[in-house]
């Protein structure tokens, strides 16, 4: 249940099945743990030791991977950080980690000179070309190349901390969930044994390496023989060519991507490819079987977070469109109103997770003690996502509890009016949020990439035998793209922040003409 376990049994019962394709290189069980062990070996050289914090800013590349596995091969702890991060949110990951090395790729170089002193920083890898300027705070150095000191795996055990992912920060400070290694295994049997993922199969993704999805894709091939094909960053253009050529089995998609790739002509590429299924937690309930049609790819829901793991899952014998699934085994959850009391099946509620797989979830926010305690009360996993559990164990999600609108006293899912919308023909995506009304409540708005022109009172007659009409959008906007994180979600605290005053379209009150 070690990551350096995990490695040395792939090694020893599949030493020469292929393991690894990032590029040009190709590597199987024997030849990653060498590489894992040497990476290691460069760490110590340099004086990092169990325990110490190692932070990581890179795209998708093999030196990413191997210091990533190289910390828990040699007890150290891997911090990957959102590339995207800048200003204060890097700042504070960097200051709060305590990061004692940072390996970075030399173009992001220069948002690390404009930060504030990080006191515990001691050396700044670049593992790439870089341009070094004169008074820079932190030395930069190449990364060292690996030499011949192959160090030999730490005595660490399930519950040791493997890495610290930082959340994304949309709704707050970026808080590090502390992944054990326990946590990495878990992922690895369970979505293994949900995808029915085999020694033959190919597990391609272009999610990034900072995040849990790619990561726990990698411990999959590990676990079940598979091999793990780590793509560029996902280009809808390119997806099914780059898919195609990895021979890929399964793969990975997050919702808005499987909305990108559904909204793109019709191409030969659509099945030009050995994709069987593909996990895609968050996917739209009315692109289930519209991307099966098209692309003969099975699409499973789920529903996991980098606090816990796969705990509720479809499968590839059973679906319901608009459904996680079901919980899996392994798990407990509850629903509960804003009291902690459980409600009845068909009640929506917060969603709380328990885990009696030994080390599966995480076991806190680093240096954060009141965010843990918070979030782990009465010894549950609050998630904070509002959900629907049915009388027949099936789980629907509703909305994150932050984004649940109030309006008119009435409770409004954000993610059931995006669903109404998206189904009109010159909708391609949508975000809804809550912004200030005059009377102190809530209103609705709705912020619109369109497919072709739009007429915001058709939209708003559309909306009508589909939705309450207190959940209909009072203001609307047209965007050409929503704001997202690099993990796909929308940032919509910067929607909210806008206002309405950011609306094209009251339908109150028509206020500005749409151009």
Partial sequence: MTIPSMLLRRATENPEAPLLRCGGIRRNGLQMVDAISLAAGVLQAHGIQQGDRVALMCSNRIELLDYLLGCAWMGAIAVPINTAARGE??????????????????????????????????MLWAVDEYAAEAGDPYPVEPMPAAGSLRAQP?????????????????????????????????????????????????????????????????????????????????SASRFWSDAAAANATFTYLLGAMVSILASKPASALDRAHGIKAALAPATPAGLLHEFKDRFGIMLLDGYGSTETNSTISTSRQEQRPGYMGTLQPGF???????????????????????????????????????????????LWFHTGDRVVRDDDGWFRFVDRIKDVIRRRGENISSVEVEHVLRQHPAVSDVAVYAVDSELGEDEVMAAIVAKDAIDFEELTEFCRPRLASFAIPRFFRLCDSLPRTENGKVRKTILRDLGSEAAQWDRESVRLPVS
């Fill in 332 to 378: 407990s959850a509850r629903v509960i109103d804003e009291f902690g009391l459980d409600v009845e099946p068909g009640v929506p509620g917060e969603l709380l997770l328990r885990s009696d797989q030994p080390h599966s979830f995480a076991t806190g926010y680093y240096r954060m003690p009141e965010a843990t305690v918070n979030s782990w009360k009465d």
């Fill in 154 to 234: 730490a005595e660490v055990v399930p519950g040791d901390t493997a890495a610290i992912l930082y959340t994304s920060g949309t709704t707050g400070v970026s808080k590090g969930v502390q992944c054990p290694h326990g946590q990495f295994y878990w992922w690895g049997v369970n979505v293994t044994r949900q995808l029915g993922i085999t020694a033959g199969d190919v597990l391609y993704t272009c999610l990034p390496l900072f995040h849990t999805n790619a990561l726990n894709a990698f411990i999959q091939a590990i676990v079940s023989g598979a091999e793990y094909v780590m793509g560029p960053r996902f």
């Fill in 89 to 122: 949110q890097l700042h504070h990951i960097l200051l709060n980690c305590e990061a004692k090395l940072l390996v970075i790729e030399g173009s992001l170089l220069e948002h690390i000179g404009r930060l504030e002193i990080l006191p515990a920083l001691q």
